[in-house]
């Protein structure tokens, strides 16, 4: 069963603009991840926060945590074409418990 | 520096045949996982190796599913008997440490075996 409830399922924005997307999970957690899968080039890890973290930061990526609420999202700022591909959070206890995903389309 | 590979990539099988699917993960990695991706959804643990030994095996959907690691390194995912709810894309992961090892969380993913079952 899936850990991880993103939202919204699918976003299509223009190139430039910033997407942002949501992720909800049941249990406490040790870690969270966001991974990037698109056809050329598989599961990404893109990145990490611990569970007494409450944003990190990555190049254009930015994420933040609320372990009160379980959820985290995730933000992409200045869009490229690209950043096309879904997007999946990921819950971690030695082995990663995926969401479904949320599909990003970057509109050139 | 090669990453993790799986092979084949693509897999048009019969119902009631049997299936190998091959993982090689990166060099030296303790950690090997396999992932079960349906279409449409986000990948589902199958089962997890720690060198040679299968530590975990609560994901495999039934017994018709086998995995294998015999020298620590190079991983097979056996479907025998395969049904059209097997089709879906088996992923495999790796990692430099042990489960325990609770700061080497990264897993390197290969690219995946799509099989689809008719």
Same mark, same amino acid.
């Given at each position: 069963s899936q850990q991880g409830e993103e939202d919204p399922q699918a976003l299509s924005i223009q190139e430039g603009e910033n997407a942002t997307m949501n992720c909800s999970y049941k249990t406490s957690i040790n870690?969270? @991840?966001?991974?990037? @899968?698109?056809?050329?080039?598989?599961?990404?890890?893109?990145?990490?926060i611990r569970s007494n973290e409450r944003e990190k930061h990555s190049g254009r990526l930015r994420v933040t945590l609320d372990t009160s609420k379980k959820s985290s999202s995730l933000l992409i700022t200045a869009s490229r074409? /690209?950043?096309? /591909? *879904?997007?999946?959070? /990921?819950?971690?206890?030695?082995?990663? *418990?995926?969401? /479904?995903g949320t599909t990003v389309t970057v509109r050139a | 520096g090669a990453g993790v590979s799986q092979s084949p990539r693509y897999k048009v099988a019969k119902r009631g045949q049997d299936v190998a699917l091959r993982c090689d993960p990166i060099s030296g990695h303790v950690s090997l996982f396999w992932y079960q991706q349906a279409l449409g959804q986000g990948p589902e643990f199958l089962t997890y190796f720690q060198n040679e030994a299968q530590l975990d095996k609560s994901g495999l959907p039934s017994d018709r599913f086998f995995a294998e690691r015999p020298e620590g390194s190079v991983s097979t995912l056996k479907i025998q008997r395969t049904q059209q709810e097997d089709s879906a894309v088996y992923l495999c992961a790796s990692s430099l440490a042990e489960r325990s090892d609770s700061y080497q969380e990264t897993q390197y993913f290969g690219p995946g075996t799509r099989l689809l079952v008719l």
């Open positions: 870690n969270l @991840q966001w991974y990037r @899968q698109n056809s050329g080039r598989g599961l990404v890890h893109l990145i990490l074409a /690209a950043d096309t /591909a *879904s997007y999946f959070c /990921a819950t971690y206890d030695y082995k990663l *418990s995926f969401g /479904a | -």
